[in-house]
């Protein structure tokens, strides 16, 4: 059974870094593609960035240039290294596992990880 266990949020100044990490248990890591999603008060949770078992990324636009998603498939962890946090950043952010793209629209995977809250604010 795949486990996701989130580590590395807080509380933040507007325009600094954070570093968010996952990490994964449960199967051969590298055959899972792995995302960061995020979920706002009061609004519906959506993707961040993903990368596929190989180590290519994907960003939505509203994080490019800020955010940096990486894997390491040695030590069974994806990281999410955010620098320029802005206050429109804070969220819970959740680690998922087997992202699919279905017509190019990416649908996330039945694996979950718990949360972890992520707020920045002067």
């Known amino acids: 059974q795949v486990q996701l266990v989130e580590s590395g949020g807080g509380l933040v100044q507007p325009g600094r870094s954070l570093r968010l990490s996952c990490a994964f248990s449960?199967?051969?890591?590298?055959?899972?593609?792995m995302a960061w999603y995020r979920q706002a008060p009061g609004k519906q949770r959506e993707l961040v960035a993903h990368?596929?078992?190989?180590?290519?990324?994907y960003y939505v636009d509203s994080v490019k240039g800020r955010f940096t998603i990486a894997r390491d498939n040695g030590d069974n962890t994806v990281s999410l290294q955010m620098d320029s946090l802005k206050p429109e950043d804070t969220a819970v952010y959740y680690c998922?596992?087997?992202?699919?793209?279905?017509?190019?629209?990416?649908?996330?995977?039945?694996?979950w990880g718990q949360g972890t809250q992520v707020t920045v604010s002067s």
């Open positions: 998922n596992a087997d992202l699919s793209l279905v017509g190019n629209v990416p649908v996330p995977g039945p694996y």
């Open positions: 449960g199967d051969i890591f590298s055959r899972h593609p």
């Open positions: 990368i596929t078992g190989g180590g290519r990324p």
